[in-house]
């Protein structure tokens, strides 16, 4: 089935939001394609289409598999810069930063100094899609940021900033509102009303990280347009299975026009081929040769990771200029294409070295042999004694 993203044009930039920030609020900041709030995959499923940065402010949790690091990751290996804040976004931006993703605002700084350390500071209950996934209750960071506003407009004194910060720390996240904090506080009753107004106007600390991340994503993406480089891959291990599963599954493969269709639904559609198998096969041979080649020792080469690729979107009639269309259809980011060039380059370095590969290896006559003889080359080459051998056959 054939999905189209809110924009049919493709966005340089993506904005995963929910209670931290409004989507007509950042639209207002510039062209983006807002989301919801992010789940494991979401980031995988994004990138074949290719946006130059990601805005990763809200996500999921709890009952929901959240953001992994490594699709995260995934993105910096494809060239997209990756950019956190305020909630589940400052979170990754944190563990994340000295492998390049961007951290910005205060949540983040409080994470990445160690001030905060509790994942919980930055939850809170949220409505759904339908009603915008405005706030329910409060986080706790909004609640450090209010306290210490009242302070600065001698509203609170710190002894009772601290109390209010310490009765929200003793409320769930899905029961923590200003009313209940105040009621737990042991603030004196007749001040609450006054201070219920002052803390409930006091600066949304989410909010403004939530837009300075955006607003850092699209002045990259702006520099990105006019010709400044990609930021530099991470240097991480290669992806795990689970990873690759995942990929395979959420990325989308984008069409002209915006249109995207998920990669569980197209495995679905080849598994339902009459040459599934054969496809399969073929693909697994050539997974495992590479795989092989880089047990032993061999690593890609540039200049034939690069021909490699040509080579290949040659054979399904790619040219140079449409090769960026055809990855997007294909569902494979520049990491992903990139990662596929180098097994093909890896395959075919490893066959030249068959015969040392193994103890006592095959060599290419041999190897030469056997690929006519499975594939009838051999009988063909015999001419018409050949034919009339393979017409006996299936007469048999």
């Known amino acids: ?67 992994w690091h490594r699709e995260i990751l995934a993105a910096l290996e494809a060239g997209v810069a990756v950019f956190g804040a305020a909630s589940l976004g400052a979170l990754r931006a944190a563990e994340l930063w ?50 210490a506003h009242a302070r600065s407009s001698r509203a609170l004194d710190a002894r009772a900033a601290r109390s209010l910060v310490r009765a929200a720390e003793r409320l769930h996240y899905t ?35 939530a837009g300075a991340c955006v607003a850092a994503a699209l002045a990259f993406a702006a520099a990105r347009g006019a010709g400044a480089p990609a930021p530099p891959p991470p240097l991480v291990p290669p992806p795990s299975a689970h990873l690759r599963r995942l990929r395979l599954a959420r990325a989308a493969s984008s069409l002209p026009g915006g249109a995207e269709v998920p990669g569980a639904e197209l495995l679905a559609r080849l598994a339902g081929r009459p040459d599934a198998g054969r496809l399969a096969a073929d693909g697994l041979r050539r997974l495992l040769l590479a795989r092989w080649a880089r047990s032993l020792g061999l690593r890609p080469d540039p200049g034939g990771t690069a021909a490699a690729g040509r080579a290949w979107l040659s054979r399904l009639g790619v040219g140079a200029g449409g090769r960026e269309e055809a990855l997007a259809a294909l569902g494979l980011d520049e990491g992903a294409a990139r990662t596929l060039a180098e097994d093909l ?29 499975l594939g009838g080359a051999w009988l063909e080459e015999l001419g018409p004694a050949g034919r009339r051998v393979r017409r006996r056959r299936r007469r048999a």
């Not at 001030?115 to 450090?144: K, S, W, Y």
């Open 1 to 67: 089935m054939l999905r189209r993203p809110p924009s049919t044009r493709r966005a340089g930039v993506v904005a995963f939001l929910g209670p931290s920030l409004a989507a007509g609020a950042a639209r207002r900041l510039g062209p983006v394609r807002v989301l919801p709030p992010a789940r494991a995959g979401d980031l995988l499923a994004v990138l074949p289409s290719r946006p130059l940065a990601i805005a990763l402010v809200d996500g999921l949790f709890d009952t929901t598999p959240s953001v």
């Open 98 to 147: 000295p492998l390049g993703m961007v951290g910005v605002g205060r949540v983040f700084a409080w994470y990445r100094d160690g001030l905060l350390v509790d994942d919980g500071e930055v939850a809170l209950l949220h409505a759904d899609a339908e009603h915008g996934f405005g706030p329910l209750t409060l986080p706790l960071v909004q609640v450090r940021a209010a306290a």
């Open 175 to 209: 029961e923590r509102t200003w009313p209940a904090v105040l009621a737990r506080s042991g603030l004196p009753a007749r001040r609450r009303p006054a201070l219920l107004a002052l803390l409930e106007d006091a600066p949304d600390v989410k909010a403004a990280d």
């Open 345 to 373: 380059d890896l395959e075919v370095r490893l066959l030249s070295l068959a015969s040392r590969a193994v103890p006592d290896g095959p060599s290419w006559e041999e190897g030469l042999a056997l690929g006519a003889r």
